[in-house]
């Protein structure tokens, strides 16, 4: 059985640090694009989000910037693979998180301004909480 893997390039790790530093205190979000080849997701843009709620234990992205993610996916023959916020200190979805997970199944990757370090996730078909690796690459 095939790992998932979702793989960053080192210049989205730059910018996705840089967006969530920039937010601070708020949490900061993002949609990712790019391709999935089997249990592989490789990005290739990102689309920084506001956080319409301008909070710092929570995230929301407005319905009219999700569907012009989601316009430019496809205007760019892209998918949406990935949802990015960041938390103030730890690395694992919330339960607010976990019920937007389920309404957006793609892989949420968090990245936390305190441990600067990045996880991401996703619910496998049982509907069970799982880790997914992350490979970042070098441009």
């Not at 249990?39 to 569907?67: E, G, R, W």
């Not at 996916?73 to 690395?91: M, N, Q, T």
């Not at 389920?102 to 496998?124: E, G, R």
């Amino acid at each position: 059985m095939n790992k998932e893997l979702i793989l960053l390039y080192n210049s989205h790790l730059n910018a996705l640090t840089k967006l969530a530093i920039s937010s601070l205190p708020n949490e900061s979000c993002a949609i990712l694009l790019g391709k999935r080849v089997d249990t592989k997701s490789i990005v290739k843009s990102i689309l920084p989000m506001t956080n319409s709620l301008h909070s710092s234990v929570a995230f929301n992205i407005n319905p009219d910037d999700l569907y012009n993610a989601y316009n430019t996916a496809r205007l760019s023959e892209l998918d949406v693979i990935s949802i990015f916020h960041s938390h103030p200190s730890k690395l694992l979805p919330s339960k607010t998180d976990q019920i937007f997970m389920l309404l957006n199944p793609v892989i949420w990757i968090i990245y936390s301004t305190s441990l600067n370090n990045f996880k991401a996730f996703i619910f496998d078909k049982f509907d069970h909480l799982k880790e997914i690796s992350i490979c970042f690459i070098k441009d």
